[in-house]
Each structure stands twice: as structure tokens, then as C-alpha cells.
């Protein structure tokens, strides 16, 4: 019988993140890890780095539990917390990856990176769970969905805590299949 694969949060928010983002990204990291997930993130400052701190700084940490998706082939541009540098030499373009590595996507604030990431995390069919703060696309998307694709919203806001609990609960659920691309 073979392990069950470990899920993958994506935490995603702005590089030039505010105190309040900070605070809220590092203790969702941690959340992230303490419940059972491994972490990815765009491997940089701000929300990613807070983040891959927190998850680093969880009783549960396990080596290789932080993956950072670089926009250059520099794995030295990795914040020191990340454990897996992933280059891709594609800039903005590795937004997709971040998401689709992700088996659920948490937002801290953001602006127009983040609000990218979550456009292709919907389309993608992740679920997408905004986390309490009070700036960024992750807030004012927050029980709304993107468009009629899908029949689900943009959670949240909620706090760490309670992000990662219905992060545990949506991947486990069963899932529409996307029938078409668009």
C-alpha cells in the first residue's frame, strides 16, 4: 500500500506586503503545516516570505514542506525559508504553476499578481479561501464568485485557523471536473 500524498496549500498576497499581511501570512503558514499540508508560495518577500517563515517555524515542519515557485532561474532570489526552489525563468507567467502545483489556494490581500493567481486558480477549478485582512483583491472577493463557472465563491474571509480547517474540508470533497477551457 503506498503513503497518501501529503495535500498542497498555495498562499499566495502581495511581495510588498503590509505589517497586518505579514502577521496574518505567518501564522497562516503555520496553520498550513499544523494541518497537515506542505506549503507553496511564489518563493519571494512579503506574503510568501511571512508565510514559508511561519510554516518553517511549525511544531510539524518537515524538510521539504516549503516549495518557492521563482519568476527567474536564480534559486538564490528564494526567500531564506523556502526549502524547494522551483526556477522557472517565467516571471508573472509562474502564477499558473503556483496555483496548479496547489490542491487549495489561500489569499492574503493582494493586488494585481494575487488577483491573477486567483483568476487562474478559479478557472483551474481550486477552491479559493480569502484570509482575514483588511486590503487586497483576497478581502473584496471574499463571498463572491469570479463568474459562472462555478457554483462556489471565494470563501472567507476567515481567520488562519479557520482557512486551513475548510481548506481540509474542500479537499477531501468531491469535485465538479472542468468540461471545457476559456
Known amino acids: ?14 511581495a510588498h506586503a503590509t505589517a497586518e499581511e505579514e502577521r496574518v501570512a505567518g ?5 498550513v503545516i499544523a494541518g497537515g499540508f506542505r506549503l507553496v508560495t511564489g518563493g519571494l518577500d512579503g506574503v510568501m516570505l511571512a508565510a514559508s517563515r511561519g510554516a518553517r517555524e511549525a511544531a510539524g515542519y518537515q524538510s521539504g ?5 521563482l519568476p527567474s532561474y536564480e534559486a538564490a532570489s528564494a526567500n531564506p525559508y ?17 496555483v496548479a502545483t496547489a490542491d487549495v489556494v489561500l489569499v492574503v490581500g493582494g493586488w494585481s499578481g494575487t488577483l491573477s493567481e ?33 457554483q462556489d465563491v471565494v470563501h472567507g474571509p ?7 480547517a475548510l481548506a481540509r474540508e474542500l479537499v477531501r470533497a468531491p469535485r465538479v471536473p472542468l468540461t471545457g477551457f476559456g
Open 158 to 164: 476567515l481567520p488562519p485557523e479557520g482557512a486551513v
Open 65 to 69: 514542506d516549503v516549495i518557492g515557485v
Open 118 to 150: 486567483m483568476a487562474l486558480a478559479w478557472q483551474i477549478g481550486r477552491p479559493v479561501i480569502a484570509v482575514q485582512t483588511t486590503t487586497g483583491w483576497g478581502g473584496r472577493l471574499a463571498g463572491a464568485p469570479l463568474d459562472e463557472r462555478r
Open 27 to 31: 501564522a497562516l503558514g503555520a496553520a
Open 82 to 98: 523556502v526549502d524547494i526552489p522551483i526556477c522557472t525563468g517565467l516571471n508573472h507567467a509562474r502564477n499558473l504553476i503556483v
Open 1 to 14: 500500500m503506498s503513503p497518501e500524498r501529503r495535500f498542497i496549500a498555495a498562499v499566495i498576497g502581495s
